[in-house]
């Protein structure tokens, strides 16, 4: 956001304040002053004007403008109404050299998961993509996908979602004993490098927000079904904030990860591009991969689709 309007919005929120007074600390002329407060409510700041001046009455707004207000993590935030699929629009950014940029939308016609499928993603998710270019070799990149489950699990539990982690990147709600679930939200990384260092990462992340099941794929859930509806402004914010705090502490990740995990203790069948393995998921490692008990021994995954069994 532009530096005086950033300086208004500050004043107003602790306001009132008058135009005059704004005027004159911020050394801009009556009439700027509302020029930047037009559009500020443009924007979706809610400025109210009374006998003693300016006020902020509320934000209700999920804009860019106010996502990035008062979020307590380092990124700028860039906002489409509808759009394809905000990892394609981020790579477009990384590739032009961004960095700590998100890309936000309401909704998504061309949503992809991973391995080409399809992505439902209709206005009231939360559907985001993060450009981050960290100096990291290419195996430690999985650590920012658990990092983001991580994230994603505890704002949903903050909004009053009972969501886990099912490994390696579904968050999910479980439903019964035997390791059934709902989804949540889903995470798809994306990255750019070299062997022995990592370029940019796009870390996206969609979350079935204000959604009605019905317009879901099976087995789907959302906050709505869950908990009730969600500010999404806020909830994108905690998001981005956990993502930032353990991005910045990546040591942290794979013992909260554990924390939420749902697949520890199930037992799991693994598709990865060399075959399928069956056995007992019983840790993960320090790089995200699954360790699994089978009947030939330990085995370690580190990537693959991964279905909860029922125990036999
Ligand atoms: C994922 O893939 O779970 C990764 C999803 C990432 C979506 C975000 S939204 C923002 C960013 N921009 C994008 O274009 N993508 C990212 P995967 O594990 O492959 O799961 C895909 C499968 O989940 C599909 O085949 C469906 O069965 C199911 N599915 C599709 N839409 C869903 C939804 N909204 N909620 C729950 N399940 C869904």
Redesign the pocket.
Same mark, same amino acid.
């Given at each position: 956001m532009q530096e005086t309007r950033r300086a208004i919005l500050e004043s107003v929120a602790d306001g009132p304040v008058t135009g005059p007074d704004l005027a004159t600390d911020l050394e801009i002329s009556r009439a700027a002053v509302w020029k930047h407060v037009d559009e500020l409510r443009d924007a979706g700041f809610e400025i109210e004007s009374g006998p003693d001046g300016y006020r902020l009455a509320g934000i209700a707004d999920y804009t860019g403008a106010t996502v990035e207000f008062d979020l307590e993590a380092p990124f700028a935030v860039e906002y489409h109404e509808a759009i394809?699929?905000? &990892? +394609?629009r981020?790579r477009e950014l990384a590739t032009d050299g961004a960095a700590d940029v998100v890309v936000l939308?309401d909704e998504?016609t061309?949503?992809?998961?991973?391995?080409e499928?399809?992505?439902?993603?209709p206005s009231g998710?939360v559907?985001?993509?993060v450009v981050t270019r960290p100096t990291i070799a290419p195996p430690r990149a999985p650590l920012y996908t658990l990092a983001a489950s991580v994230a994603t699990a505890r704002a949903a539990r903050e909004a009053g979602v009972d969501a886990r982690i099912k490994w390696p &990147? +579904?968050v999910v709600v479980a439903v019964g004993e035997a390791g059934d679930y709902r989804?949540?939200?889903?995470?798809?990384t994306e990255m750019e490098g070299e062997t022995d260092r990592v370029a940019w990462l796009v870390v996206?992340?969609?979350v &079935?927000a204000n959604?009605d099941v019905e317009e879901?794929?099976e087995?789907?859930?959302s906050v709505r079904e869950e908990a009730g509806d969600v500010d999404r402004r806020r909830f994108v914010q905690r998001l981005l904030e956990e993502f930032e705090a353990l991005r910045t502490d990546l040591a942290a990740v794979v013992p909260a990860w554990r924390d939420l995990a749902l697949t520890l203790g199930q037992r799991v069948r693994v598709e990865r591009p060399a075959g399928e393995v069956v056995g007992d998921a019983v840790d993960v490692t320090d790089a995200g991969a699954l360790v699994l008990e089978t009947d030939d021994g330990r085995e370690t995954v580190a990537a693959g +689709?991964c279905e909860h069994l029922r125990p036999v």
């Open positions: 394809g699929s905000t &990892n +394609d981020a939308a998504q061309g949503g992809r998961g991973r391995l499928r399809e992505w439902t993603a998710g559907w985001l993509s &990147n +579904d989804k949540l939200a889903g995470i798809l996206g992340v969609g &079935n959604l879901l794929p087995g789907a859930t +689709d």
